[in-house]
């Protein structure tokens, strides 16, 4: 069955460092979107990419989907303390739109 | 406000009793998920429902069942069979090809 990856699983940086996460999928993707879960939340729904090679900004956020629609980045520019949380990556496989496949997430910590 | 609720937030039940996780939406979405979501690790789907009387197994639906008689509610029951029911649940929905909408969770401990 399809198989997202996602590293890294952990992340710790000092307040204004840059920090990326990234995904693999071990199938062709039809979109994949990207979802925040602060802790003690529930995930909640921050962008969707459709384009090989589609790149979005929101604010510090920076989404690319790769050209061969089977990866994906998520770049944010000087992190602060309110970016804390676990970043997830979902994908939907190009054969079948019922199931949404979550990569395992990297925990983002920001020290002060 | 449209949302999705899961009661109750936090859940404790005694080994070999059966459970039942409740999740009601009132966005009026066709279809409704079950995640469960272990410390570290992702969401793994467990059953899923895209329209009123019918569902699918998910990639770990053994020891889980659901019903899907109402649009609005979607109970999961956690029976004595799964064999390591301690976890996060999530319940989502979404319309159409639309992103997932979340409920806050249950966090059931089984003792």
């Known amino acids: 069955g399809q198989q997202v990856m996602q590293i890294p699983q952990y992340q710790h940086v000092q307040e204004g460092e840059d920090f990326t996460t990234y995904c693999n999928s071990s199938t062709t993707l039809s979109n994949i979107q990207w979802y925040k879960q602060r802790p003690g939340g529930h995930p909640v729904f921050l962008i969707q990419?459709?384009?090989?090679?589609e790149v979005k900004k929101q604010k510090r956020l920076t989404f690319q989907f790769g050209e061969a629609k089977k990866n994906s980045s998520l770049h944010i520019t000087a992190t602060q303390t309110t970016d804390v949380g676990t970043y997830f990556c979902?994908?939907?496989?190009?054969?079948?739109?019922?199931?949404?496949?979550f990569g395992s997430g990297t925990q983002l910590t920001v020290l002060p | 406000d449209g949302g999705i609720t899961q009661s109750p937030k936090y859940l404790f039940r005694k080994e070999g009793q059966n459970v039942t996780l409740s999740c009601e939406q009132n966005?009026?979405?066709?279809?409704m998920y079950w995640y469960r979501q272990d410390p570290g690790q992702g969401l793994r789907l467990i059953y899923y429902?895209?329209?009123?009387?019918?569902?699918q197994k998910g990639d770990i639906a053994e020891g889980y069942s659901v019903s899907r008689e109402k649009k609005e509610s979607f109970p999961l029951t956690v029976t004595s069979a799964q064999k390591n029911p301690t976890a996060f649940y999530l319940c989502a929905s979404r319309d159409g090809n639309s992103p997932l909408h979340f409920g806050n969770g249950t966090r059931l401990t089984v003792t």
């Open positions: 990419l459709v384009k090989s090679g």
């Open positions: 966005l009026n979405h066709d279809a």
């Open positions: 429902s895209q329209i009123v009387n019918d569902f």
């Open positions: 979902a994908g939907w496989s190009s054969g079948s739109a019922r199931q949404l496949t």
